[in-house]
């Protein structure tokens, strides 16, 4: 399984913060969309996946990209851990590792269902 950092923080965010999203520079996606999801206050996937109080906590107070890139790849492991995942992947290609379905957005559980229809050999591991 892998983790994706920007799709993990994406498929929470309702379909208006993309209307809404700026030109950006290559690279740049990734903290904007963390700082989307931190103003969106998504405490129910910390706490769907349990996260430990200093994991939220660091999640909440850093500012370093590469450290918020490696706090959202250790909490969706621990997401793995607590059971709480979604795995979206094929057999010979692998997986990437996202938030239960419970913490998707509207437009990204719809998209889900679509490609799963359109792609036979996709498939969907709930935790």
């Given at each position: 399984?892998?983790a994706?950092?920007?799709?993990?923080?994406?498929?929470?965010?309702?379909?208006?913060?993309?209307?809404?999203?700026p030109?950006?520079?290559?690279?740049?996606?990734?903290?904007?969309?963390?700082?989307r999801?931190?103003?969106a206050?998504?405490?129910?996937?910390?706490?769907?996946?349990?996260?430990?109080?200093?994991?939220?906590?660091?999640?909440?107070?850093?500012?370093?990209?590469d450290?918020?890139?490696?706090?959202?790849?250790?909490?969706?492991?621990?997401?793995?851990?607590?059971?709480?995942?979604?795995?979206?992947?094929?057999?010979?290609?692998?997986?990437?590792?996202?938030?239960?379905?419970?913490c998707?957005?509207?437009?990204?559980?719809?998209?889900?269902?679509?490609?799963l229809?359109?792609?036979?050999?996709?498939?969907?591991?709930?935790?």
């Amino acid at each position: 399984m892998e983790a994706f950092p920007n799709a993990y923080l994406g498929v929470c965010l309702p379909e208006d913060v993309y209307t809404a999203q700026p030109p950006l520079r290559r690279g740049r996606k990734f903290d904007w969309l963390y700082d989307r999801w931190l103003a969106a206050e998504h405490a129910e996937l910390l706490e769907r996946v349990g996260s430990p109080s200093g994991l939220t906590a660091a999640i909440r107070a850093t500012r370093n990209h590469d450290e918020r890139a490696a706090l959202v790849c250790l909490l969706t492991a621990h997401g793995v851990l607590a059971g709480r995942f979604v795995a979206l992947g094929e057999p010979d290609g692998g997986w990437i590792t996202l938030p239960p379905l419970d913490c998707w957005a509207d437009w990204a559980q719809d998209a889900l269902a679509a490609a799963l229809r359109r792609l036979p050999r996709l498939q969907l591991v709930t935790g």
